[in-house]
């Protein structure tokens, strides 16, 4: 806590704090929990902060990760963290050729596919530049295993290729140039409830994967099973522990792909928030306390607009924000300074003793801060976000917007 005051008094609130230490403690972890044979993408859209994404790709005592990524401002901020183009995986159901000329152009050699329209323009981007890329399809899989809070398969969706009808479009994608069907690429679920439904989607995504390769007589090079790990969002806990996933999904590879372990095919996991969540904190000004029809509304400096802002799209990030209740006195809701009754990033939660003048210190909020919340909403600066490594405070930047005149005015 007396860091978290220090570094507030330093640099003022909202701040963000972000730890590296504890970046490559969960990227270590998840390593361990996977067979050593998987690869690891990183998706930055969780937190794109360049010293955060280049902590996940320097060489340390464990593997690095790659980049998944699905824009040209993410691809812009993978390239600067040191990225290499070939180690990039580009996703997205809104893959433009412009997008796509400038990722093939940067060196990109990795697409995931989500329509046979997609697969087209990924092989005319590449033939331009006289390179062949890697398609890995995406698969919207019409059966489904676990039960979990965001699923995005199993029924109609914008991402992948139902699964059912892929035979009938394979031939149309087996004509396209500039492209190799060089594997599949799932993503059915994210931040999964508990290990057993993680294993269970994964036994039933690699039960797919093989089914697919025969009935499709498409050999795989290359299969992402996708991701699911979880970690705790704005409030106290730790990341879910996987003791058993590594021996679950080895078996399950044995069954269904007897040369895994040879490299057939080579196999990856996603992950966004359990690499990077419980490394960063928010820090947030009491700016005032008010008390309407009985109730407590505690008014900080950080609002939908510094974190969470997604949530109000609907029900895929529900912050419910919850503080280390050890000194909790009192409930009260947690509200942000925007003027909209959304702007509520806790409702009626423990709160210890607050004054105006106090902080409140949001633990696991380094997935989907800054750039998931509502930042120009309203016209507040953004957030100083910090980047602590052995103790040290190694960089402090803020994100600006500004106006870019665009040609075309005149006359219409
Ligand atoms: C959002 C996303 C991720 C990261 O999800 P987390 O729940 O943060 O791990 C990984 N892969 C794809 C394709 C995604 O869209």
Known sequence: MNQYAGLSARFGTPLYVYDLDEVATARRELFDALPEEFELFYALKANPHPEVVRALREPGTVRACRAEISSTGELAAALEAGF??????????????????????????????????DVEHIGQAADAHGVVADCLLRVNSVTASATTSIRMTGTPSQFGFDSEALPEVLPRLRKVTGVELAGLHFFPLSNAKDEASLIAEFQHTIALAARLERELGLPLRFVDIGGGFSVPYAVPGRRSPYPTLRSALAATLDEHFPAWREGTPRLACESGRYLVGAAGTLIAGVTNIKVSRGRRFVVLDAGINTFGGMSGLGRLLPVAVELDDSRAVDRASLVGPLCTPGDILGREIKVPELN??????????????????????LGRPAPTEVVLRGGEVVSASRLEHHRTPVSGTGRV
Request: proline residues 7%.
């Open 84 to 117: 290499a183009g070939h180690e990039i995986l580009y996703t997205g159901p809104g893959k433009t050729a412009g997008e796509l000329d400038e990722a093939i152009r940067l060196g990109v050699r990795m697409f995931s596919a989500e329509s046979a329209t």
């Open 356 to 377: 105006p003048g106090d902080t409140v210190v949001i633990p696991n909020a380094g997935a989907y801060g800054p750039t998931a919340s509502l930042l120009m909403f």
